[in-house]
């Protein structure tokens, strides 16, 4: 038995959820480029769970059901209060809420269909709530609560900042939901298919999949790429700066990909998006730091800009916290985790591979005086 490294290449499930195909990636059969322009994320959550775009009722419902879960237990925030959070990361902290949320759920261990459907719309709607919380307790502000007739996008923002978002901030953090709602087996979703494969419940598929997008190689590359442009300064800094970091081997986040080769299919929108806000708030060095940095990862390594590339920009022109950009990539990415688990808890094998053994062999046992 040879052993497939970082298991590239394996087919490991059936899904119908969503593909990457000739570098195109399609939920439930819809291009990604039809959502993002068309779509809101409440739209996007209810495909990639029921398999079907909602009418116009469906929609309205699973908003209004979306909105009136969004509260979080008083105790939890209490919780949050007591922490020094000043050196605690958000996605730490999120990961461990989430797990938390699983304690105040009376149906936390309800295997049946309609309970895993009804604490998936409160995972989702509860989500936003957490980030925000933690994001504003550490500021030494209080929490604000979600707001009924807001959508999810428009929530989300009004809660970070305590008041109504601008149309053109709602437009924009709609779409970067959309863009990064599901995508395939990635490893934070691998993850919650294998936790919950075992029968697990969904907090613990959740909080498993948190832990897993909380790496700088996946869900962590996002903050670390608005590091870089930051430590870059001035656009004329960008190449040589690029330059030292292949030089001393380090890894340019935000550039590559395990499964796109020619181009990752959403980094196009959120260039776009990037170039129009940092311009709106006269930071067009950004943009235009990333795009000289595109340009030469690509000519040097021929590695294209990936999701987290651009999103940085673009979560930076938004006023967001750097170190909240991976929660936020969460409150998207639990959509997919969410539709996976119950794709995986409605035909369900354990998940259990196996490893090519290469350690020593027929080694016996020596007392301990005599090692
Ligand atoms: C995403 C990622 C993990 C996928 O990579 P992978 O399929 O596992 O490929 P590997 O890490 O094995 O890299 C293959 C080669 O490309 C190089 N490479 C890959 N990504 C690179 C990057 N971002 N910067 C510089 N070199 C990179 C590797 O150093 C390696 O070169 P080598 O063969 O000379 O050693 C990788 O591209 C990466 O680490 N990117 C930065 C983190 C990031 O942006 N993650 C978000 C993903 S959406």
């Not at 209490?78 to 149906?107: F, I, N, W």
């Not at 656009?235 to 550039?255: C, F, Q, S, W, Y």
């Amino acid at each position: 038995m040879a052993a497939t490294k970082g298991l590239e290449g394996i087919v490991a499930t059936q899904s119908s959820i969503s593909s990457i195909i000739d570098d195109q990636l399609t939920y439930v059969g819809y291009d990604i480029d039809d959502l993002a322009e068309n779509s809101s994320f409440e739209e996007v959550i209810y495909l990639l769970w029921n398999q079907k775009l909602p009418n116009e009722e469906e929609l309205k419902n699973f908003k209004e059901d979306l909105v009136s879960n969004m509260e979080i237990p008083n105790e939890i925030i209490e919780h949050l209060k007591s922490y020094d959070l000043s050196t605690v990361h958000p996605m730490a902290a999120l990961r461990t809420v989430v797990s938390m949320l699983g304690l105040y759920d009376s149906e936390a261990d309800e295997m049946n269909e309609d309970a895993n459907k009804r604490k998936a719309v409160r995972l989702q709607a509860k989500i936003p709530t957490v980030v925000t919380a933690f994001a504003r307790i550490r500021k030494g502000q209080d929490p604000v609560g979600p707001k009924k007739g807001l959508g999810f996008a428009a929530n989300f923002l009004y809660m970070l900042n305590g008041k109504d978002p601008e149309d053109i901030e709602v437009e924009a953090f709609n779409k970067a939901l959309v863009l990064h709602a599901d995508h395939e087996l990635n490893a934070s979703t691998f993850t919650a298919r294998v936790c919950v494969a075992t029968l697990s419940d969904i907090y613990s598929g959740v909080t498993a999949a948190i832990g897993a997008l909380k790496g700088p190689l996946h869900g962590g590359a996002n903050e670390r790429v608005m590091k870089m442009l930051t430590e870059i300064g001035e656009v004329d800094n960008a190449i040589p700066h690029i330059k030292e970091r292949l030089e001393n081997k380090e890894k340019i986040m935000g550039m590559g990909h395990r499964v796109y080769k020619q181009g990752d299919p959403r980094a196009k929108h959120l260039r776009e998006m990037s170039k129009e806000l940092t311009k709106l708030t006269g930071q067009s060095k950004y943009y235009d730091m990333s795009i000289k940095i595109e340009e030469f990862i690509k000519e040097e390594k021929g590695l294209p800009a990936n999701v987290d590339f651009y999103s940085a920009s673009v979560y930076h022109s938004l006023g967001v916290d750097h170190d909240l950009f991976t929660p936020i990539f969460a409150v998207s990415r639990i959509s997919g985790w969410l539709a996976h688990i119950l794709e995986q808890y409605d035909n369900n094998r354990l998940i259990r591979p196996r490893a090519e053994y290469v350690g020593p062999k027929g080694q016996t046992y020596q007392p301990i005086e005599k090692r």
